[in-house]
């Protein structure tokens, strides 16, 4: 599964790099095209597993005057994965 996340930076915001810096020290590493940057989990992630990232990406960037959205995809937890 991928958490994809897409940063909306302030003006009157952390500089870019500073977000990046904190975005990286929690394991999503920078892209290019539609998203900023990716988190790669290393099981299958349940719902709950995404709401608590989305809580850690939220308490590590607040006061940084930035928004974001998080995207994630893969298989539901209720499919069957495939061969």
Same mark, same amino acid.
């Given at each position: 599964?991928? +958490?994809? *996340? +897409?940063? #909306? ?5 952390? =500089?870019?790099? =500073? !977000? ?5 020290? #929690? ?8 998203y /900023?940057?990716?988190? +790669?989990?290393? =099981?299958? &992630?349940?719902?709950? /597993? &995404? *709401?608590?990232?989305? /809580? #850690? !990406?939220?308490? +590590? ?5 930035? #928004?974001?959205?998080?995207?994630? !995809? ?8 495939? /061969?």
């Open positions: 599964m991928l +958490t994809y *996340i +897409t940063v #909306m930076f302030s003006s009157e915001g952390a =500089k870019p790099s =500073k !977000v990046f810096d904190a975005l990286n020290n #929690m394991g999503f590493k920078p892209t290019t095209g539609n /900023d940057a990716v988190y +790669t989990w290393d =099981k299958q &992630a349940t719902l709950e /597993d &995404a *709401i608590s990232l989305a /809580d #850690m !990406v939220v308490a +590590t960037l607040k006061g940084m005057g930035v #928004m974001v959205k998080l995207e994630t !995809v893969g298989n539901n937890e209720n499919e069957p994965e495939e /061969d």
